[in-house]
DNA sequence: TCCATGCAAGAGCAGTGCTCTCGATTGTGT
DNA sequence: ACACAATCGAGAGCACTGCTCTTGCATGGA
């Protein structure tokens, strides 16, 4: 932007030719990467192929990302981001339509679940196994909690505006645990309710995870469907209703 | 297959010494490869690898696998068959002890967590990320059935014993595919409880999947207690019931 | 016993992640 | 305006990978 030279009164953006090109540079190694992934898998993803396809050699590759795992890292990053501002956006897209928090769940698990079939081998690389020996730094905790904070924030505006259905009590032996849950995740909610969303948050991606990785093969045909179905169940399992208006 | 020449008069083993080396060059080679998939992880797993610690050299691994995919499809085919032998066993037992729908169908969910987290790469690599342009051969479906028909059967014997509540029919809309997987999986089942069924069997694998791969990172901590309490709901949302007796 | 088969060994190819060094370009402080 | 220093790209090189091919040996089956 405002190009500078002496003043760089502005933002922290163009401070500087040199980090603009860095992150220039930056971008269309990632850009290129998601090329790859996306063709490949993670696994075929090599740094040498990237720097090739980029026209530079493999070496320089490395003054931008130390390593193929922090390649790696980066992508990740940026798919659970992708996959949140999905979720999101359809989230916003069913508030405004004034939809109720079953419809508003339904809404941000299909569009989950919209987001893995465009981008299977990134959901795979967030949802799927890790990669062997690769540990996520705690970068990646913020952006792989947005849709768990959407689903929450559903429950507990739900909660607020009558949409939540009394669910029963968990059963003694679980009640410290729901408890410590509840009072790390919402503390508006009751306990079972939350230990319901935690495990309809799993269970969510469960079946995302089924029918991406091929498991649905034979058994499952019309897909979408049954996925709009079980996720309703899953809503009211929960304990969401749709409220009357 | 009829060996002929002349005797054979035994069993298909111990044809040959010759088939029998075979036999035991390919089982040691597993065995070397599952090793190293419980050490480092599929992708780390190495054909020369497992050659170098077999002391031989890594072309004459080649003779009994003809490619490194070709050794990871036997390796999942017995990771299928490892986690459905679990299940069954656990399931066996509940029946010994004359459980209930709902106790073993726990029993069973128990079984597979228990292995999955004796053997979270074997798991990653059944139930995680498919490899990357690796297709399942149609070898690997019956041993991928194994749980699933496993839970199927606890179902069945629900339904027929009187432990199965009466579900909700599924909507209009899904009703052609319930109905057309009731007709594939268990005709003899109200399609509303084979569709919960199936959704059931995705979202186990989903808290199986959350809890090993890490999601449940400070989230939830008692993680037995929960999922006992999960896969509990899991069965009552199928519509098992713990009958009296 | 003799032959043919099965098998291991070795060399070799193309590719990978990663390290190191060496010029050259570039931005900045004096 | 000049020189210094930081940054970056190129290239060579190491150790490793999956996989192929040929050669020679040992063994099993008749």
Not at 56 to 61: G, K, W
Not at 186 to 189: C, R, S, T
């Given at each position: 932007m405002s190009s500078s030279s002496s003043g760089s009164s502005g933002s922290r953006i163009a401070q500087g030719a040199r980090a603009r090109a860095r992150m220039e540079v930056t971008a269309a190694i990632k850009d290129e990467a998601r090329r790859q992934l996306a063709a490949e898998g993670a696994a075929k993803l090599s740094l040498r192929a990237v720097a090739r396809e980029l026209g530079?050699?493999?070496?320089?590759?490395y003054r931008y990302f130390p390593s193929r795992d922090d390649l790696l890292t980066a992508l990740i990053i940026d798919a659970y981001d992708s996959v949140g501002e999905s979720a999101e956006a359809a989230h916003a897209e069913a508030v405004d339509a004034e939809a109720g928090p079953v419809r508003r769940w339904v809404a941000v698990a299909e569009a989950v679940r919209g987001w893995a079939l465009r981008h299977p081998h990134e959901y795979a690389l967030i949802y799927g196994s890790p990669v062997p020996g690769y540990v996520a730094p705690q970068t990646t905790v913020p952006p792989a909690s947005r849709v768990g904070l959407l689903l929450i924030g559903i429950v507990r505006e739900a909660h607020h505006g009558g949409g939540l259905a009394e669910l029963p009590p968990v059963p003694a032996e679980l009640a410290p645990e729901a408890e410590r849950m509840a009072a790390d995740l919402?503390?508006?909610?009751p306990p079972a309710a939350v230990a319901a969303l935690v495990a309809a948050w799993a269970q969510l991606f469960g079946l995302v995870g089924f029918e991406l990785f091929g498991?649905?093969?034979?058994?499952?045909?019309d897909r979408e469907r049954f996925f709009r179905h079980a996720v309703g169940r899953l809503a009211c399992g929960v304990g969401l209703v749709e409220a009357e208006r």
């Open positions: 530079m050699v493999s070496s320089a590759l919402a503390p508006d909610l498991q649905f093969h034979r058994v499952v045909e």
